[in-house]
């Protein structure tokens, strides 16, 4: 069963512009994480915080979390055209074994 | 390029063959990892391997899907008496340890005619 669920499901900009992605989520989790998949191919990961941490930055990137109402954000800055992608968050949920995707937010970046 | 590999890119089968993909992580990884993903959606996942342990199943479609990882190394997912509701796209994804990123592999496509 999906966990997390990404907002908004669809999301186009200019390049230059900033990209915010949320996520909510259900239950406790261990970590949160962010992958990117371009059409047809398989998915990379972006970045990872833990459910002890509140903000992250990885280049451009910046994700925040809050355990308290279980939501978490993406921030892309300065987009680019070659950020076009889907991107997704996936929880690590306490006492289980499996990691739990949202469907993602289709990101367009316009030249 | 992520470093795990997965063979075939591409299936397809008529309704009611076995097929099995095969998928190769990255050599130290001991967690292994088995997602279906339909369009438009994200990844589901069927399974995991600790080693050649395979820890947990229960999430696996139905009795007609299977995986092994015979020697901790390399991986196969079988489904057996394919539907045309297999299709999709299986990935696989590998780990050092539990709770860290997920390397993916580029997937195989299976169409089910």
């Known amino acids: 069963s999906q966990q997390g669920e990404e907002d908004p499901q669809a999301l186009s900009i200019q390049e230059g512009e900033n990209a915010t992605m949320n996520c909510s989520y259900k239950t406790s989790i261990n970590n949160l994480q962010w992958y990117r998949q371009n059409s047809g191919r398989g998915l990379v990961h972006l970045i990872l915080?833990?459910?002890?941490?509140r903000e992250k930055h990885s280049g451009r990137l910046r994700v925040t979390l809050d355990t308290s109402k279980k939501s978490s954000s993406l921030l892309i800055t300065a987009s680019r055209a070659a950020d076009t992608a889907s991107y997704f968050c996936a929880t690590d949920p306490y006492n289980n074994n499996d990691m739990r995707f949202g469907a993602g937010t289709r990101l367009t970046v316009k030249p | 390029d992520t470093g795990v590999s997965q063979n075939p890119r591409h299936k397809i089968t008529k309704r009611g063959q076995n097929v099995t993909f095969r998928c190769d992580p990255i050599?130290?990884?001991?967690?292994l990892y088995w997602y279906r993903q339909t369009l438009g959606q994200g990844p589901e996942f069927l399974t995991y391997?600790?080693?050649?342990?395979?820890?947990?199943k229960s999430r696996l479609l139905s009795d007609r899907f299977s995986a092994e990882r015979p020697k901790g190394s390399f991986s196969t997912l079988e489904i057996q008496r394919t539907e045309q509701g297999d299709s999709a796209m299986y990935l696989c994804?590998?780990?050092?340890?539990?709770?860290?990123?997920?390397?993916f592999g580029p997937g195989t496509r299976l169409t089910v005619l």
């Open positions: 391997f600790q080693n050649e342990a395979q820890l947990e």
């Open positions: 050599s130290e990884h001991n967690r």
């Open positions: 915080i833990r459910s002890n941490e």
């Open positions: 994804a590998s780990s050092l340890v539990e709770g860290n990123e997920q390397f």
